[in-house]
């Protein structure tokens, strides 16, 4: 089956920094989602992004499919975007796989 | 309500009981999925309701039986469970058309079985 995975596992920022959250993927996918998991299990859509680049407020994401990679860009990073950052993609067909995820801590 | 909502939040039941978990969407979708999350592991999709039918049962076993009585609605019905099925049982729904769409997920049902 495909292999997703996020890097880096784990990340603790002070509040105003900025990060980078890689998720790369060893086949061809159709599309690529990023969701942020607060710490009550919430699984909240970020992007639908299976190529080129969003902007959505503080957060942006960047997918090249021709050489199998996302990545997740949080600037001026906040406490409430601890939590964690999951990647998946779809492979096969109608279905989801999801990465490991990244466990971010930002500290006030 | 607005969303993907569950329920129970929270169930501890013990391996001889029978319990069934609940999902509604309200958003209009016609798919929907159940996701095992268990500490330390990805989350690992189960089941895929699309149109009311089952298009995926991920190896799944015979003691979690899904049920989609209508395209809003979906269960998860639970007996003779193992102390390792515990974690926490998310939903989510989408538009299939043909490929997936963006998931919305609900807030998920933490399970403990004793």
């Known amino acids: 089956g495909i292999q997703v995975e996020q890097s880096p596992p784990d990340l603790i920022l002070q509040e105003g920094a900025n990060s980078t959250l890689r998720c790369n993927f060893s086949d061809s996918v159709n599309n690529l989602q990023w969701f942020h998991q607060n710490p009550w299990g919430q699984l909240i859509n970020l992007f639908y992004i299976p190529s080129g680049t969003k902007q959505n407020g503080r957060l942006s994401a960047t997918t090249v499919a021709t050489e199998r990679y996302s990545l997740l860009y949080i600037s001026s990073s906040q406490t409430t975007d601890s939590g964690v950052y999951f990647c998946?993609?779809?492979?096969?067909?109608?279905?989801?796989?999801f990465g490991s995820g990244t466990q971010l801590t930002v500290l006030p | 309500e607005t969303g993907v909502t569950q329920t129970p939040r929270h169930l501890v039941m013990g391996m001889t009981n029978k319990k069934s978990l609940k999902c509604e969407q309200h958003l209009g979708h016609n798919a929907m999925y159940w996701y095992k999350q268990s500490a330390k592991k990805p989350l690992e999709l189960m089941f895929v309701?699309?149109?009311?039918?089952?298009?995926e049962n991920n190896s799944v076993p015979s003691r979690f039986s899904p049920e989609c009585p209508n395209s809003s609605h979906l269960f998860l019905h639970l007996h003779t469970l193992q102390p390792e099925d515990s974690a926490l049982y998310l939903c989510a729904s989408s538009q299939d058309s043909g490929g997936t769409d963006t998931q919305y997920f609900g807030p998920g049902t933490r399970l403990t079985v004793l």
């Open positions: 309701y699309s149109l009311e039918e089952r298009v």
């Open positions: 998946a993609v779809e492979w096969p067909a109608r279905q989801l796989t």
